[in-house]
């Protein structure tokens, strides 16, 4: 009885709380994909100053993920202030969600909101690899500042703040399934995970090869050899096959004296080609797409409880099957540039959708039984308008959470060459870009490109040996 007066409660004053946190009337009767869709378009298409004309001026999801959006938007519109403030702003509002104590779910005014409308009302959770993203992108922030130091900062915070959210995801969902057995529900999550639209195949945690390469490098140019060889052994691990990322290993275990992991290395991999007195070192990481964006899917599914049973329906995320846009292959100086794939963002989002779903499964079935209660209560004592307004109220508010970083690369590639000193040019789709480097220097070179359009700029590293 205190849980259905709470959700009538929260039915009745629910609008007029739009103007607070995640409470919007989008929110209730739209999903965040559908109300994203002009932002993530133009950054499709690559028109990057309409993406940024199309940000919202109004709280979608948020400030953790409108921040988030935002600083990546603003990056790729190189409207780098705006985009450092988004990105701080954002880890701000991570920092105090962090903090807050792990609650039960229906212990918060917003809790009640998602229980009586859609998760679209809770704070957003977000995933370890966009936590990854946020310290990699204001990494790269300031280094577009040459402040290599608080770069390096970024590099550190970015494990640590991706430990903590794997750790306060499986506490939420120890806390769902106990609140599940406290209202004595039973879904049947087989016959859920059966039917639902395959999220990828990907085993076990997916760890961001492009965050612990551009780390390792970072640290190998501040001379810090113990802290760069560990982020190319984390890179190799995950990407074991990416020649850049078996030179930088190779290149720093030799300057820092691992002998014997040195030997495996050679045994495994052979001897890396060195760089003559007179060439130069080009490094180029390449950011391609963008990350496909969650899509609403229905399904009917058997609850069993204490009361009874009946058949109910299911409004969850999931991500459907797309062809990715193919890109020309880099040039550099007249020649075609081979790259080795270092990161693959869609498969870390299918996997972190893998990983919610059961929770989020928990949740769509408490909302769905607390709701079928109210209406059984108001058929009861309200007839059949109250039952057809609560039917239809139910009916217009059950939307997906489809919330996620939508803005982020699909892919990300890394290439090298050894080349003559002086000046160089390379071509990424018809987008020319020069620029010079030292004989026995490194030079590192960014390009990210969405439809016809790229953004590229350099940065000198100096001498790695």
Known sequence: MRKSIRLVAAMSTVMLLTSCANMSAGNLFSHYSAQNKDVYQAVEAGRYNKAVDALPDHNIAGPILDNMERGRVYYLD??????????????????????????????TATDIGSLAANDNLNQYQPADYELGFLHLYLGLNYLNKN????????????????????????????????????????PNLGSVLANYPNAGKV??????????????????????????????RRALAVMPNNQQVIN??????????????????????GEPKQMQKDQARVI?????????????????????????????????????KDTPERFAPLNLNGQSLPADKLADVNAMAKNDLSERLPTIIIRQIL?????????REAA???????????????????????????????????????????????NAGGHKYTFNVQAGHTVLVWISRQGGSAVIWHKQLGRLE
């Not at 190189?78 to 701000?92: E, G, H, N, V």
């Not at 390449?286 to 109910?312: M, N, T």
């Open 203 to 232: 085993l076990g945690e997916v760890q961001n090869a492009y965050l612990f390469y551009l780390s390792a490098l970072l640290y190998e140019t501040s001379g810090d050899l113990n802290d760069a060889y560990v982020d190319y």
């Open 78 to 107: 190189k409207k780098y202030p705006q985009s450092m403030s988004s990105l701080k702003a954002s880890d701000q509002a991570v920092k105090k969600l962090q903090n807050q104590p792990v609650i039960s779910i229906s212990d």
């Open 380 to 426: 009861a004592k309200g007839g059949d308008i109250s039952n057809l307004l609560l039917n239809l109220w139910n009916t217009f508010t059950e939307q997906a959470d489809t919330r996620s970083w939508q803005t982020l690369p699909r892919n990300v590639y890394t290439a090298s060459r050894f080349v003559e000193a002086g000046e160089q040019s390379i």
């Open 367 to 375: 909302r769905i039984y607390a709701k079928d209660q109210i209406r």
């Open 248 to 269: 930088g290993t190779i290149r720093v275990a030799n300057m820092a004296g691992m002998n014997q992991d040195l030997q495996l290395l050679i045994k495994r991999y």
């Open 284 to 320: 180029v990481i390449e950011e391609e797409g963008e990350v496909e964006a969650r899509q609403e899917w229905k399904l009917s599914v058997p609850l069993a409880s204490s009361s009874g049973g009946a058949i109910y329906s299911l409004s969850l995320p999931y991500y459907p």
């Open 147 to 186: 402040d290599l130091s608080g770069a390096l900062v970024e590099m550190r915070q970015a494990n640590q703040v991706q430990m903590k959210a794997r750790q306060d995801r499986a506490s939420e969902l120890r806390s769902a399934q106990k609140q599940m057995q406290s209202e004595g529900i039973s």
